[in-house]
């Protein structure tokens, strides 16, 4: 399994950014999370999806302003990120894991791609 993670980048707040995460030998049942970490802080789960049936589940903060989805071919992660604050400054990860049990937990997941920084300026 392999990941690339993009789409990083520096904004305003209140701006928009989309991540991507690109993932191969990956299989249906996958999850596909993202994480994020900032300086000095500990890596925090922001969002996940199941690559079948399209199972969500999002941190409370980013709930209503985060959107994750995926690409119908299965080889895509995307998270579409609205109305970002200086707070979600952070390298971002996505990663992969076998099975929908704690989505939120870091520990589910086996493979992890390199991360793209999100910088939100005031």
């Known amino acids: 399994v392999q990941l690339q993670a993009s789409g990083g980048g520096q904004v305003q707040a209140g701006g928009s950014l989309r991540l991507s995460c690109a993932a191969s030998?990956?299989?249906?049942?996958?999850?596909i999370g993202w994480f994020r970490q900032a300086p000095g802080k500990e890596r925090e789960f922001v969002s996940a999806?199941?690559?079948?049936?399209?199972?969500?589940k999002y941190a409370d903060s980013v709930k209503g302003r985060f959107t994750i989805s995926r690409e119908n071919a299965g080889n895509a992660v995307y998270l579409q990120m609205n109305s970002l604050k200086p707070e979600d400054t952070a390298v971002y990860y996505c990663?992969?894991?076998?099975?929908?049990?704690?989505?939120?937990?870091?520990?589910?997941?086996?493979?992890w791609g390199q991360g793209t920084q999100v910088t939100v300026s005031s």
């Open positions: 030998g990956t299989s249906s049942s996958y999850v």
């Open positions: 999806i199941r690559w079948n049936g399209g199972l969500k």
């Open positions: 990663a992969a894991g076998g099975a929908w049990r704690a989505p939120s937990t870091q520990y589910e997941y086996d493979y």
